[in-house]
């Protein structure tokens, strides 16, 4: 997506050659209007596909997922992170490990919102090494659901997260792959 | 709102005489076409202030917050929640007490996305006891920001976060205020 590249390129900040922050329109400040061209290009992108749910896990992953969702007319359902596996008896549980915080949480699905009727969307801000993307990929397993893939705004290609997800046969879209980055200049993978 | 009341009289959960179960439509699976038609609602209600921001706080609210930016074309922030106060020098940082988990957290906004020239609306989900909007209030003053208003889905008027606020003159409209609950009826009050 030529725009949000042009975005990244003028506007991010990077930090050392890990750290990418676009927080001023993406994860914390949102540029809605800009949003909404996210939510067309997704759509653009698995409009072929019958998506009947939009899955995300909390929190910056909702407004991208709301934004997509508003173009399919299908439902968001937002995984619920939690720090105990606890004694819920109707949800589908994924234990993620998230190299942010270094620990581990447990994502949580009610039985209710996916069941094997759903052909889901998975939507995130991110992908890095990928574990809330295998986490969401596991409940939608779990729910007997199908997946049509994988939407994700910002990719960091340099990790291993994108790359296991295609081995293992995903369709997963990524609006911008970067290739590599420091704090002078940002190389993208062509698509 | 007439049809929010309608779709709570006729599909909310009530468990016991406070809890309120909407968790199919509004904050675990989110009915996006019916959020629209919220912040359309909450438009229509502040649609002759001169909004900069809207404001919420993460995870269930940013849905709501996104809805209502549509329609203001202005940037959605979101609050983020810490269990650290930390060594963050660069955010408006409120302590803010949870009667669901029975704990404190701290709530943290960078200074970049709030400052003296905005004129803030404040978007939630639900107001029971009111410590989140408190927090949110305290950091539009930290910033020195000016408040527009307080729109919120759902208030629990059987306690007491909408009165408190009232009293201080906050602008607040709820879309349904519940007077009373319990398994067999839900009250709500005129407005």
Chains 1, 2 share one sequence.
Not at 14 to 37: A, C, P, R
């Amino acid at each position: 997506m030529k725009l949000l590249k042009e975005r990244i390129r003028t506007e991010a900040t990077v930090i050392g050659s890990q750290v990418l922050k676009v927080d001023h329109f993406l994860n914390h400040q949102v540029d809605v209007d800009f949003l909404h061209k996210i939510g067309a290009e997704f759509y653009e992108r698995f409009k072929d596909e019958p998506i009947t749910k939009i899955l995300t896990v909390e929190a910056s992953g909702i407004a991208v997922a709301v934004a997509t969702a508003w173009f399919f007319h299908v439902p968001v359902v937002f995984a619920k992170k939690s720090d105990s596996r606890n004694l819920d008896q109707d949800t589908y549980t994924s234990e993620v490990f998230s190299f942010t915080r270094n620990n581990c949480y447990w994502m949580k699905v009610s039985w209710r919102y996916l069941d094997a009727q759903d052909h889901v969307l998975i939507i995130d801000d991110f992908l890095a090494k990928g574990r809330a993307v295998q986490g969401m990929i596991d409940i939608v397993h779990q729910a007997g659901a199908s997946l049509a893939g994988v939407g994700i705004v910002i990719e960091k290609g340099f990790q291993e997260g994108g790359s296991q997800l295609r081995e293992q046969g995903i369709n997963i879209s990524s609006l911008a792959i970067i290739e590599s980055m420091d704090e002078n200049h940002i190389e993208f993978r062509d698509q």
